[in-house]
T-cell receptor
Framework: DAKTTQPNSMESNEEEPVHLPCNHSTISGTDYIHWYRQLPSQGPEYVIHGLTSNVNNRMASLAIAEDRKSSTLILHRATLRDAAVYYC??????????FGTGTSLTVIP | EPEVTQTPSHQVTQMGQEVILRCVPISNHLYFYWYRQILGQKVEFLVS????????KSEIFDDQFSVERPDGSNFTLKIRSTKLEDSAMYFC?????????????FGPGTRLTVL
């Protein structure tokens, strides 16, 4: 499975932006970069995904480096509800999703 | 808003017994998945299912596991002879298109406890 590296944990103050980094130096040309999150005691929840260009949706933005070896998930204004484990996942044409250990985000009121 | 549902929310069984975990994916979705998460560990992919057949499976998905779409709405995971190490949270997911390029919607999970 394609490997990603994320910090184990991060903290953010409420209502401030959060930048969650992910390194994926062995990414292949057809790998999509997906982000999911898992709130406590819930199933994973889709956040965003992209291939090469930066992406925005109602939840977040995804900034992808030009060489695609890293990406950053941006939450524009963190809320308490955003406290979760965030997973950066590389997905190829197969349907296998390999969740790593992710980044545990703590939001401080 | 449509959602994936799973039943039961908690299943307790004796080691060696068969269990069937049930999922109702979102109605217009074509791709279905099972994952498991042992307490305190990461989410692990088990199997993906499309067009009435398995499209991908992980090493975890051995002969004791099977999946079925018995009718137009349900998607089931069967564990034939449960082991203690099968105790975990099992999540079902579905997607409209291949999850490579599309979002997956996850259910709330079934907690399986094997005694």
């Amino acid at each position: 499975d394609a490997k990603t590296t994320q910090p184990n944990s991060m903290e953010s103050n409420e209502e401030e932006p959060v930048h969650l980094p992910c390194n994926h130096s062995t990414i292949s040309g057809t790998d999509y970069i997906h982000w999911y999150r898992q709130l406590p005691s819930q199933g994973p929840e889709y956040v965003i995904h992209g291939l090469t260009s930066n992406v925005n949706n109602r939840m977040a933005s995804l900034a992808i480096a030009e060489d695609r070896k890293s990406s950053t998930l941006i939450l524009h204004r963190a809320t308490l509800r955003d406290a979760a484990v965030y997973y950066c996942i590389l997905v190829n044409t197969g349907n296998q999703f390999y969740f790593g250990t992710g980044t545990s985000l703590t939001v401080i009121p | 808003e449509p959602e994936v549902t799973q039943t039961p929310s908690h299943q307790v069984t004796q080691m060696g017994q068969e269990v069937i975990l049930r999922c109702v994916p979102i109605s217009n979705h074509l791709y279905f998945y099972w994952y498991r998460q042992i307490l305190g560990q990461k989410v692990e992919f088990l199997v993906s299912f499309y067009n009435n057949e398995i499209s991908e499976k992980s090493e975890i998905f051995d002969d004791q596991f099977s999946v079925e779409r018995p009718d137009g709405s349900n998607f089931t995971l069967k564990i034939r002879s449960t082991k203690l190490e099968d105790s975990a949270m099992y999540f079902c997911a579905s997607s409209e298109q291949n999850a490579w390029v599309n979002e997956q919607f996850f259910g709330p999970g079934t907690r399986l406890t094997v005694l």
